[in-house]
Structure formats: C-alpha cells, structure tokens
C-alpha cells in the first residue's frame, strides 16, 4: 500500500511528464492492439482460403473415373496436396441445382450430362500451387485447371506486407516508450535523490525505494491500455456490419461478431482488454526498471 501512495505522489507531483508517458505508450499500444487484430484477421482470411479447394481439375466427357484415380495419386505423391475431392457429373448437377434452386429456368436448361467431371485439390501451403498446376496440365484427360492464384498470391503479399511493417513500427515504437518512461523516471530519480538517500541510511530495502517507480512505470502503461482499448472496441462496433458482410463466411470471425449481445464477443474484448494491459504494463514497467539500473546505485 505504501508502494502506491508513493506511486500516486510521483504521479501527482509532475502531471505533465507523466501524461507524456501515457500519451506515447497509448499510441504504442493502439498501434500494437491494431496490428495484432490485423495480424490475426489475415492469418485467419489465409488459413480459409487454404482449408478450401484451390485447384479445380475439369475433366473431359472422354475422361474416366480411373483417369481421375491416377491424377490423385500422382499429386497426393508429390507430398504436396493436402487434400482431394472428386466431384461427378451427377455430384455436379446436384450443386448446381443448390445453388440455383430458388430460379426455375435455369434448373430446366442443365442435365448432368452437360455439366463435367471435376476434381477438388487443396495443397498443404498455397506457395505449391504454381508446382502442381503443370502436373495436373500434363495429365490424361484433363481439359482445364483453374486456380485462384491471384487471390492466393494477394492474400500471401499482404500477410507478409503486415507482419513485416506492422511488426517493425510496433518494435520501433515500443523502444521509444521505453526510452520516454525511462526518461521521466530518471527525472523523478534526480528530484527525489535526498529522500532515496534518506531511505538508504534508515536501511530501507532496495525493492523498498525501487517499488513505486516501477509501478508507476507500470500505471503509465495500463493507462494508456485502456485508452487504446476503448478506442479499439469503439472501431470494432463501428466496423462491425463491414466485418461481417465481407468476412463472414469465416467461421472464427462469423461466431464473434455474429451478434452484439453475444458473450463471446463481449469475452473477446475483455481478452483483449487484458492483453493490452499485460503488453503496456510490462513496456512501462520495462523503461521504469532500466531507468533505476542506469540512474539508482546500490
């Protein structure tokens, strides 16, 4: 308890250095808390469009079943395919008819003997596409092979466009905070250099004089925490209907955001809650403790 009466003191005794520290751990944490939320909305986007067929092998009416068998083998031997489906003609019509069972016209117009065999392929990591797709060209029976490889290739660029970017700013500005908390915690050092110096001859214990300084480094932290995090969850409220209608067929971010009054949602934001806490203490806890190596000797 006296740790943070001492803490609030510090804090009290300088306002304006201590709201520098919270300003910029408040736009480290914002920065971090985005970046982590488009780190994993991407990584989630990625993994869909991975779990889903990412070749699709359209066989000629001439094709067998047995040409389709050895094309499976032959890709499931590279160690490369994660998967395979094979779709008939019938299989075929019956999708079709689901897809387009609410307009009458259309389901007249199509038998299945129109419709060709196809065969599903998903590859273990979507950078194989390119290798599998001359395999598949040179395989009996086929008559086309189409891949989504512009919207893989795309979704691949921005992963690593976000990670590499996102990751490097928050690293920089993560270094930034830590030197600002460390700066005001030496300046407070220096101000209360004859009282610590009263503390040492009475014996008080180096965690004794250290306490308040590195919770307040650590309050610095927190605050700027929940700053960011209001204005995070305000964004994601905001950006909500946006969300869902563009990545709603992902199961994960469909079963958050489905519903404003769901538990899960609201257990989401409070997850995030402590996790941007944890982050921001530990970085204003972190610049408190290298001031006090750098500027208090024992």
Avoid at 60 to 69: I, L, M, N
Avoid at 126 to 132: R, S
Avoid at 157 to 169: D, Y
Avoid at 214 to 242: D, K, Q, T
């Amino acid at each position: 308890m006296q740790a943070l009466s001492d803490m609030w003191n510090h804090i009290r005794r300088s306002p304006y250095q201590s709201l520098a520290a919270v300003l910029t751990l408040f736009l480290t944490i914002l920065l971090a808390g985005l970046f982590l939320l488009a780190t994993v909305g991407s990584s989630l986007v990625l993994r869909f469009f991975e779990s889903k067929p990412q070749i699709t092998v359209f066989f000629t009416d001439k094709a067998t079943v047995a040409d389709s068998d050895t094309l499976k083998k032959t890709l499931e031997a590279t160690g490369k395919v994660a998967s395979t489906k094979y779709v008939s003609k019938d299989d075929a019509l019956a999708i079709y008819r689901e897809q387009n069972k609410n307009d009458p016209l259309l389901l007249e117009m199509v038998t299945a003997d129109i419709l060709p065999a196809s065969l599903e392929v998903s590859a273990t990591d979507p950078t194989y596409l390119h290798e599998l797709e001359p395999v598949i060209q040179q395989a009996q029976g086929v008559e086309e092979v189409v891949f989504q490889k512009d919207v893989v290739d795309t979704l691949l660029r921005w992963t690593n466009a976000i990670r590499w970017i996102g990751g490097t700013l928050v690293i920089l500005l993560a270094l930034n905070s830590i030197l600002i908390v460390m700066t005001v915690t030496g300046m407070k050092i220096a101000l209360k250099k004859d009282e610590i110096e009263i503390l040492k001859l009475i014996g008080a214990s180096p965690w004794y004089i250290r306490a308040p300084f590195v919770l307040e480094g650590g309050f610095y932290g927190v605050a700027g925490s929940v700053v960011s995090w209001i204005i995070i969850s305000a964004l994601l409220l905001l950006l909500r209907p946006a969300v869902v209608g563009f990545l709603g067929m992902i199961p994960v971010i469909s079963m958050i955001f489905g519903t404003l009054s769901s538990w899960t949602f609201v257990g989401f934001l409070v997850g995030l809650l402590f996790i941007l806490s944890f982050v921001g203490f530990l970085l204003g806890a972190s610049g408190s403790m290298v001031a006090l190596r750098r500027y208090l000797k024992f």
